[in-house]
């Protein structure tokens, strides 16, 4: 219990140097832009691939399901309602986390293990401000715009499996989607993506930047970034779902 506080009391203090960091980081926007890239251009297949399926298993399971009551209409309005509130953000923060947040956790432990971030403290450049926080706004700006691309895959693939492969007439699939989804919903769709974004990206420059300067060190600091993340995206999708309702 007790080192779980200290580590817990460790990330805040490290969160607040990431802060006090993030307007001296805007004046490098190049470095921002970068990072973006490397975290949410070369996720975009994993996200769109991710998203195609999970919208196709959505219309299959969600039609059997309707069909059964007689309301097969209101299909497109339940697989809306599930991508943009909950399987969007966790699925894409879930798939983040082991692609990109491993990345970065690698990345940093590796400039630690070959003594990268030590030459730059003995040239008085703070390896925080100029390695850590670009990269955590890069996934923190990442995330949420693969979210929406995972959303509007999700719900491509589902349109394929209830209109194309199910016979569901296009107009009312769309039409009834339209008219249910509200602004609260996509609300908290993004306001889920943003948290999960920020955890992520928190997680995996702290573990990366606190490993140990070995080869076995690098590769703990890349599990426990996968575990950690995971575990607590699932625990604040929880405690953000019970937010809303």
């Not at 703070?126 to 390695?131: A, G």
């Not at 076995?216 to 937010?243: D, E, P, W």
Request: charged residues 10%; contains cysteine; neutral net charge.
């Amino acid at each position: 219990m007790i080192a779980a506080l200290r580590k817990i009391g460790a990330i805040g203090v490290f969160f607040g140097n990431i802060l006090a960091g993030i307007v001296p980081a805007l004046a490098r926007p190049r470095l921002i832009v970068h990072q973006v890239y490397n975290a949410g251009a070369r996720s975009l297949i994993i996200i769109m691939l991710s998203g195609l399926f999970v919208g196709m298993v959505l219309g299959l399971q969600g039609f059997d399901l309707l069909q059964r009551i007689g309301s097969e209409e209101v299909l497109g309005i339940g697989i809306a309602l599930a991508l943009l509130k909950e399987l969007g953000p966790v699925m894409t923060a879930l798939l983040f986390a082991g692609r990109a947040g491993t990345a970065l956790a690698s990345e940093i432990g590796l400039m630690r293990a070959t003594d990268q971030l030590t030459a730059m403290e003995m040239m008085a450049v703070d390896p925080v401000h100029r390695i850590v926080v670009p990269r955590f706004l890069g996934g923190v700006i990442a995330v949420p715009l693969l979210v929406a691309i995972f959303n509007v895959i999700g719900l491509y693939g589902a349109q394929l499996i209830a209109v194309q492969q199910m016979g569901i007439d296009a107009g009312s699939f769309w039409g009834q989607t339209q008219s249910a989804v509200e602004l609260d919903d996509v609300t908290e769709g993004v306001v889920k993506s943003f948290v999960f974004g920020l955890a992520c990206s928190l997680i995996a420059v702290y573990e990366g930047f606190h490993s140990a300067p070995t080869a076995a060190g690098v590769g703990l600091a890349t599990t426990r970034t996968v575990v950690t993340s995971s575990v607590l995206i699932l625990l604040l999708n929880y405690l953000l779902t019970a937010f809303y309702l």
